[in-house]
């Protein structure tokens, strides 16, 4: 690929590689904003609001069947009990039996006639074994069998069925006809009727119908206080959950508010820190020319030197200007860059100290897409990278800038023809106040690092094969980062 050269020379572009081990960058975290439009507490409100009285009305609903069921069941066992007593005290329950024995009939509705003046009761019946009435309050059903009776059917088989349901014009049942619309609510209990010689055996089944007004008034009352009791448990979760999660986003939005003081204090030390590693190059040019003004030097040379201190100086200026001027802009804000032209004013800049070690060096040509940075810590970034591989050249050598486009991001690869650096001192290079070189202040890669991870890009470094390093850069491209 064409290269743009200090010579105006053309070759092709290094080949582009990913550093093997290297990671993908990790995403950009879209800063303050995005916490401060997640409310914590009203999120919390209105889910832990929708879960507990979920969670309330499905436990009471439980509850209140479960209620209402053991207390009428409950209420099926006491009549239960009570009727096995009458008929046992008698043993006129050998009726249902042998109905055709008129002695046993006696005794039967002789006891009878105590269920018949039981209050609340609707009505009583009386099967037999097979499941024909035998005996009924309505005279009317005696001798009829009812078919589809799942109730009786287990009642047969030695279970007490407790059954409940509102009466209106559409019966549930066929023996419910003529009961009557006295009640909307009524309880039907089947109650076996054992053997007394064969206790196991079940001789006929006892069927109740009851409206039962003061157990239904006691189940409502009951419901009602469970009912109660849900809400106010409720109630007291959800005051006691948000009271508690006010006060962690409370302490949360203070640590926010902190935490934004200190990325803003940190960008500025930061950008103070690059723009002070970056001033040492023109200091060092500074002292060198005028060490070479000495009464041995020509006019021409002389010349030269001041030239030199003059560049040296309004480009320690131009640093300490744009340090200024984002000191004042408190966080720094991420926009467009384009990367190429920024690439010729930092090697314009470093021109004077690539001439000195005799380096040279080879952009490549074509524009790059923009990237998201922010222009003046970019520009400090690429004049610590250049330095760095420029000052590991003391005998001269090509310097090889390349980029590539791909998967939403930029790589850029800087080559150099230095000594290299070994694994142990790669593996150091990017902490802070780490340096290779006799005097450095180790914050240049360091920062260089921090601030490419924040805006989701990367830097590596590593040997190359052969002789010289590869420095590595990634940077989101702008077109991904506002589609976004």
Known sequence: MPQASQEGSRSDSPTFSRPPGGTDPPAQWDGMDGLRSFNLRRQFATTSLAVIVAIALGLGALLSQMLTERMLRREGEVSMEFIRNLLATDRSADFLRAPDDQELKQRFLASMNHLSVMTELMRANAFGPDGRVVWSTDARLIGRHFVDNKELGKALRGELVVHSGPLGSKREKEEHADLGDRSDYYVESYIPILDRVHPGQVTGVVELYKVPVQLSQAIREAVLQLWIACAGSALVLFLALNSVVGRADRIMRAQQARLAESQALASAVDLAGAVAHNLRNPLASIRTAAEMLDGRATMEERTEHREDIIASVDRANRWITELVRVSHAGQLPVEPVATVPMWRDCLQELQPDMQRQHVKWQLQEEEAPPVCAHPAMLRQILLSVLANAIEAMPQGGSLAIGWQAAGGELLITVDDAGVGIS??????????????????????????????????????????????????????????????
């Open 423 to 484: 694994e142990d001192a790669r593996l150091a290079l990017f902490r802070p106040f780490f340096s290779t070189k006799s005097g450095g202040l180790g914050i240049g890669l360091a920062l260089a690092r921090r601030t490419l991870v924040g805006w989701g890009g990367s830097i590596d470094l590593r040997s190359r094969a052969g002789a010289g390093s590869r420095v590595t850069m990634t940077l989101p491209l702008a077109a991904t980062q506002g589609a976004g």
